[in-house]
């Protein structure tokens, strides 16, 4: 037990003696267990365990131990509680462990099943379950036995959170009624579901079908489990390869650290606001967290540059959400996340890019991942300057809507904010950079220039609109980039080190030219 605390050490040695005290009836020479079915249950539950520990890594604990659980369900109906507990620390201590101290582990979970197990058969027993089973000729009851099946269900699930409580409470002083809120909810489900299973495995085995027809039952239920744990395994290498591509991109721009998982929440803020099923939300999720993967496409060079960008430069830049789309291609569960990537920096007025997609021929993802991208910008705090407060910045998304973004999609997030807040510190999983107040003036200078500063100067520039559209274009995050960003201004988080604000597309004089864009906030003033 190196390494283990001394509270938790002394927590699972106070299970295991609690464990063998349970079992000590089973040895009494006149206990009435009926070791034929105890030693097919223990066998059954070792094989369920050493099968699980021979599969592919990566499952989560729960969806390993399912498929235990039934037999020891089954063994809690037809055992009594010291033989049902001798089931389960035959059997569980075979099962995975995926982080060390390993025989530590292996201890605890061998010790808090077989107390679970115990609790549940006492439980079955004192309710009348036991007589309900039928055997000996006598028909089986289920309506009678099913309350005290749901019943055990119940005291297991308690007791393996209260154990768990415990353990975490003693390894890492967590409290136990927190423990125990956050997981009972999770455990009870699936108990009761296993419970079930049990309760027609014991039916069957007290049957004249004998114990084989309880195996039949039994197996479609490992069987199930096993799908189980490897959707659960999927979707956890999902997530480790979204994690991985979130970490590349912050490692090459720190800058921004922080900002594509706050992407990601404002996306699924939208999403819900507008009622889309939770498969596409969560793919509204991974297209928020992903939409700058492209970044990886992007010289280093052009990411951290000092001043402004070059024409050629600022094209390199703008071919991100490319470069994006085809480092996602090939990942098949994105689905229309890979849209967003693509298209999230499309126009509602057309003058996007990379292709100047318009209106409704813009992806609804893409749309949603726009707005979510602008206000995350707007209201994230730099090392330069502080946030904008979440009422600016949805001013000026609502001042933009019907040009640059989709006015259903603003109204979305402004529900939602309404109704849920935001604070954008409890989502980043890579932590946004600290504040640094006496960072060298030449280290703020090459971050981007104050949100308010590039709307202002931008407006001021741009002069009034001939169709009567309000003044400015703002809260697009990378349109605050300057050079790299020639549409629009204001809220960008993803512009490098101090490049101007691009807004080429409202210029009233001459045509439209990519990169003649007017110049704004300390960007403007270092190119004086």
Known sequence: MTGTPTAARACVLAAVLCAIWCTLPAYAPDAPVPWGTAALLAAVGLACEAA????????????????????L?????LLPPAAAALVAAIGSPAGRVERPPYAVRRMWRAARLALGCAAASWTYAASGGSAALGGGGVAPDLARALLPACAAAVVLSLVLTALDGLILAAAEGRPVHRSVYELLPLALGPHLVHALAGLMAAVLWRSPYGPLSGFLVLLPMYLSCCVFARYHREQAAHRATIRALVHAVDIKDTYTRGHSERVGRASVLIARELGMDERRVEGLRFAGILHDVGKLGVPTRVLRKDGPLTHEERRIMELHPEYGHEIVRGIGFLDEARDAILHHHERLDGSGYPYGLSG????????????ADAFDAMTSTRSYRRARPVPAALAELKRCAGSQFDPRMVGALDRALDRHGWSGADTAVTADEPYEPGAPQAARERREP?????????????????????????ASPHDFHGPREPYGVAAGAHEPHGAASGAGRDAPPGPRVRGDAPLSGPSRDRRR
């Not at 599969?55 to 498929?67: L, N």
Request: no cysteine; hydrophobic share 45%.
């Open 360 to 371: 409704s021929r813009i992806p609804e993802f893409a749309r949603v991942v726009a707005v």
């Open 52 to 71: 699980g520990r021979r599969s592919p890594s990566g499952g989560p604990g729960p969806a390993a131990a399912g498929a235990l659980l039934p037999v």
């Open 73 to 77: 369900l089954t063994a809690a109906f």
């Open 450 to 474: 104050d949100a308010a500063s590039a709307v202002s100067a931008t407006s001021a520039v741009r002069g009034p609109r001939e169709s009567g559209e309000p003044r400015g274009v703002a």
